[in-house]
């Protein structure tokens, strides 16, 4: 009988040690996966931050995203490439992007046309 409550106890430990964080992990992993958007900034798990440039769902194999890691290099990957989501695309951030008018002191995007004129007209006048 003590060998028994012993084995229960142990099985227990297991669940509660191994198995139940692993089990949250994966459908932590699903639900971000099923969230994901187009324009979402993802960390991959080989380390490199990408944004989602289209996600494509087939019957026959498995889903796939396309993954933009510099400007015009494009990768394809699936979902269980994508480690997590770094920043969800807002429609805010998309639509100043699209205008140019973010600034560039934060990391973000920068009106190259306005750089080269303000650059240009800061060297002429010296």
Request: hydrophobic fraction near 40%; aromatic fraction near 6%.
């Amino acid at each position: 009988m003590e060998y028994l409550t012993v084995l229960i106890a142990v099985v227990a430990a297991f669940y509660f040690i191994l198995l139940r964080p692993v089990m949250a992990q994966q459908r932590k992993h699903r639900r971000d996966i099923s969230a994901l958007s187009i324009g979402d900034e993802v960390l991959t798990t080989a380390g490199f931050y990408a944004t989602v440039v289209e996600i494509n769902t087939y019957e026959d194999r498995p889903m796939e995203i396309l993954l933009e890691v510099a400007p015009g290099v494009i990768l394809r990957g699936t979902p269980g490439s994508v480690d997590s989501i770094a920043r969800h695309a807002d429609s805010s951030d998309t639509d100043q992007a699209a205008t140019g008018d973010v600034d560039s002191s934060d990391g973000t995007v920068e009106d190259a046309a306005g750089a080269a004129t303000s650059t240009e007209s800061r060297s002429s006048a010296r």
